[in-house]
């Protein structure tokens, strides 16, 4: 590999880093909202303040609909439709979605916006996965006392993890229904993904 493979390499993991992470975070602030998350929550602060620039003038034009923030799933979306394009501009031939390596260069806007959504959904998998997996990792590490991370990593699992809780018992006093989740989150990636970015 030249030198240009070498800059364009570190050039996508720039961009991909980026922006991944802020969509990242306004996710986390949608699904705050969703499970009604304990706004005092330090991590809660910290997102909001992170969000709040975006958010804030789009949410005046683009209201909430109940407990959804539609703004700051268009903003998500946004971004990772910036992020292909991006690349696109740049001239870096392909990306990875889910998982999946496909190339880009000769991808129309209507594909490549399709492909923004479906990004949006394997970092949606991607971010529950890892709520999940830190959750019960702390949770094992440091039981008690409160932690503001666990706290709100409770809120924002809740809709996944506490469904499955119903139905498996514990195990010699080991809640085992996070390890079901995060298996039940890698298959469902591996099942809907391919088929998604197949319709690009």
Known sequence: MGQAG??????????STLITLYA??????FMMQATRADYFNPVAQFVVKATAPVLGPLRRVIP???????????????????????YRLLGIPDTVIGGY???????????????????????VINIYFFAVLIRAILTWVAPQGPNPVVEILERVTAPVVNPVRRFVPLIGGIDISPLIVMIGLQVLRMLLIPPLLSLA
């Open 64 to 86: 909430p609909i109940g407990r959804y923030d539609i703004a700051a799933l268009l903003v998500a979306l946004a971004l990772m439709l910036l992020k292909l394009a991006l």
């Open 101 to 123: 390596r496909l190339g880009i260069e000769h991808v129309w806007f209507g594909s490549l916006a399709w492909l923004a959504i479906v990004d949006l959904i394997a970092l």
């Open 24 to 29: 990242l975070v306004i996710l986390l602030r």
């Open 6 to 15: 070498y800059g364009f390499d570190a050039l996508q993991f720039l961009i």
